[in-house]
């Protein structure tokens, strides 16, 4: 190789790909090879080639399978949820039973918590009541 070749060589690799280790040509070979360092397509290529590799150790069959069991099963709660959306409905309708019931069974804890307050109030001003009972009561 010329010296005129050689430096071009060292030049041309040090200029455009300055971390590449430096580069030697064989000029007595016919046609000669000029050494080259990946670009970024072959760079490209081994990432996809990965990707696939790792795509391919997949197990794809039991994930599907495992995929098809959770949408069956997501389908019954979607269907177990309407219906309780459905009753849920049902019992807020405002003539209902259930609203009725509702409102009657408020009624009458109104009433007790209310009795409850009277008597909380009388044996605030009377605790001798709880011994003795009230006055005027026959005993």
């Given at each position: 190789m010329s010296a005129h070749a050689a430096s071009f060589v060292a030049a041309f690799s040090s200029d455009f790909f300055?971390?590449?280790?430096?580069a030697t040509v064989?000029?007595?070979?016919?046609?000669v090879q000029l050494p080259t360092i990946p670009g970024q397509l072959q760079t490209?290529?081994?990432s996809v080639e990965h990707i696939i590799t790792?795509?391919?150790q997949m197990p794809m069959k039991e994930i599907a399978e495992s995929l098809q069991k959770t949408m069956g099963d997501l389908d019954l709660t979607l269907?177990?949820?309407r219906g309780t959306i459905d009753s849920a409905g049902t019992?807020?309708?405002p003539n209902s039973p259930q609203a009725q019931q509702l409102d009657s069974t408020l009624e009458e804890v109104r009433r007790a918590?209310?009795?409850?307050?009277v008597l909380a109030d009388y044996l605030d001003r009377h605790p001798e009541a709880l011994?003795?009972?009230k006055k005027g009561e026959a005993k």
């Open positions: 300055p971390s590449a280790p430096p064989d000029w007595s070979q016919d046609p490209m290529e081994a790792k795509l391919n269907v177990s949820a019992m807020v309708r918590a209310r009795s409850v307050r011994i003795r009972g």
